[in-house]
């Protein structure tokens, strides 16, 4: 080989050493651009969070939807309004025509006409007041009304007990009335206050060194929040009979929707807080709910809830659980043969929606059908359907739509998509749950998602924003027994301050599980309805 032939072959191996790189360069550029695009979704995603809608309407320009052949049983449904009780999913409907706009209400129906009157006024003229004796009353005009408001004041509800002694028999000891038994053993607050400083900070997220401050404001008395800290303790060891009862009474249900949220609380020694866990247990049936405070989110959290025999049976009696797609879900199913799990539709359509800004051409289709089996849920609600007749349509025209639905997203499934992009995220997670989904098809009582329950966990969620974290593991503990309370009240329609005033007045100090049983809101909601229809009666 000559000179000339061995430059050309070192040319050849350096220009195959150059080629090699510029296609290793291409493909880590590749690699690059694929991370930042995954990062800038992360960020947009984050940003959305903080400071974007948390709505998830579709547009409202979209196309119509038609049912097809599943109209022949429901009948042409009405579009879908978004209500209050399952928010998170309802699409806006489409080519919906724009409501007309409401009356304005006029002042007189704006507020109850049934308010207490605070102060009454009569004006009289001048003119007659300087002469009554040349006027005779006649009528009178229009009231002239102010909402206003009586400010609350603390003072001492003080219960006198008198002595007395025989006139006969001067010999014998006094005779006087028993002490009262204190509202809330361990403290000095009474029923009003105490429901007030519990609806404060559980209900209207207001802690409790803002409360401190309100009272000494309003009225002039300094009450730390080391006091209500204390008091508001003592007051949840009161109430933990009641808790008791709705934790039996869980036991009992046959179908439980479970989710768990992370909460922060004050770790001594560690200088830093720790995060704990409000895992939240609801009866779909009932609407019965329990919030249970635990250190982690362990599955070994889940096993000491349910409970097991020595033959790996649960001692509750839940057949059915619906969840998210959390693997101790998963794993207490696979240990447990007689349990089976349901899927929930708004987590599989929240993250179909999240990739709408990705691929909407992609994501539009799936949005749809999801949609079209939530109208027919709102159908069922709207005409209070039989449990009969909602299974008879579940599994017909809904598991036609189910179908649909799958061969879309399977149909995705086969193009390519980056597994880490939102989209494939989505389709991964549906394809997954797929089977769980079914559940709800075969069983008329399992909800289509696990929204309500969600619903439940928000104020908690709220008020975190304002007091931080909660001031210790045990407090935790006791937070947890009031938000249940709390989230039972709105489930039983019953005021959380009145009724956490009438539970204060009526029970007894180390209350048996009876006379528990007789104060959860659902029993004092028949109480209140039936005293109600007594009086109209009467």
């Not at 709505?55 to 049983?73: A, V």
């Not at 989710?259 to 895992?279: A, C, F, H, R, V």
């Amino acid at each position: 080989m000559n000179k000339l032939e061995r430059e050309n072959a070192e040319l050849k191996e350096q220009l195959k050493a150059v080629l090699s790189s510029h296609t290793q360069l291409l493909e880590q550029f590749a690699s690059l651009q694929r991370e930042l695009g995954r990062k800038d979704q992360i960020i947009e995603a984050l940003q959305k969070r903080l400071y974007g809608s948390s709505s998830e309407r579709l547009d409202p320009l979209q196309d119509d939807l038609p049912f097809g052949e599943g109209d022949n049983l429901l009948g042409k449904l009405e579009p879908v309004e978004e209500d209050g009780e399952n928010a998170d999913e309802l699409a806006e409907a489409p080519n919906q025509s724009k409501k007309t706009p409401r009356k304005r209400r006029e002042k007189k129906d704006l507020f109850p006409r049934n308010l207490p009157i605070l102060t009454e006024e009569i004006i009289i003229p001048q003119e007659v007041l300087d002469d009554p004796e040349a006027f005779v009353e006649i009528g009178e005009e229009p009231p002239h009304d102010e909402l206003d408001l009586v400010r609350a004041r603390i003072g001492w509800k003080r219960t006198r007990r008198i002595k007395y002694k025989l006139k006969n028999d001067r010999s014998k000891p006094p005779v006087v009335a028993p002490a009262p038994e204190p509202s809330v053993p361990g403290t000095m607050c009474g029923p009003v206050l105490m429901s007030q400083l519990i609806v404060d900070k559980h209900l209207d997220h207001l802690p409790h060194y803002r409360q401190s401050g309100r009272i000494l404001r309003q009225s002039g008395v300094e009450l730390s929040r080391g006091t209500i800290n204390a008091w508001v303790h003592a007051a949840a060891e009161h109430l933990k009979p009641i808790e008791e009862v709705i934790k039996c009474s869980l036991a009992r249900s046959r179908i439980l929707q479970i989710d768990e949220t992370p909460m922060k609380y004050l770790n001594p020694g560690m200088g830093k807080t720790s995060q704990g866990y409000l895992w939240v247990y609801r009866d779909p049936e009932s609407g019965m709910i329990l919030f249970d405070w635990r250190l982690g989110r362990d599955g070994k959290y889940l096993a000491e809830m349910l409970g097991k025999d020595e033959n790996d049976k649960l001692l509750w009696d839940v057949e059915i659980i619906q969840s998210d797609g959390y693997i101790v879900y998963l794993a207490l199913a696979d240990g447990v043969d007689e349990l089976k799990l349901a899927a929930c539709l708004a987590h599989i359509r929240r993250k179909f929606f999240d990739a709408t800004d990705e691929s909407p051409e992609f994501v539009k289709p799936v949005m749809e059908g999801i949609q079209k089996l939530y109208r027919i849920e709102h159908w069922f609600r709207k005409n209070k359907t039989p449990l009969a007749c909602r299974q008879l349509i579940r599994q017909t025209q809904c598991r036609e739509e189910c179908e649909r639905l799958l061969e879309k997203i399977k149909d995705l499934s086969n193009q390519v998509f980056l597994p880490q992009s939102k989209l494939g995220k989505a389709i991964t997670y549906a394809l997954g749950r797929w089977n769980e989904l079914q559940t709800y098809l075969d069983d008329a009582q399992v909800p289509i998602d696990n929204n309500l329950i969600e619903n439940a966990i928000r104020p908690a969620k709220l008020g975190l924003k304002n007091y931080m974290f909660f001031g210790s593991a045990e407090a935790g503990k006791n937070n947890a027994l009031l938000y249940t309370l709390i989230a039972n009240c709105k489930t039983a329609n019953i005021n959380p301050e009145l009724y956490f005033e009438e539970v204060f007045r009526r029970l007894p100090i180390n209350a048996t599980p009876e006379q528990a049983s007789e104060l959860t809101p659902e029993k004092l909601a028949l109480e209140i309805k039936s005293c109600e229809e007594l009086q109209q009666i009467a």
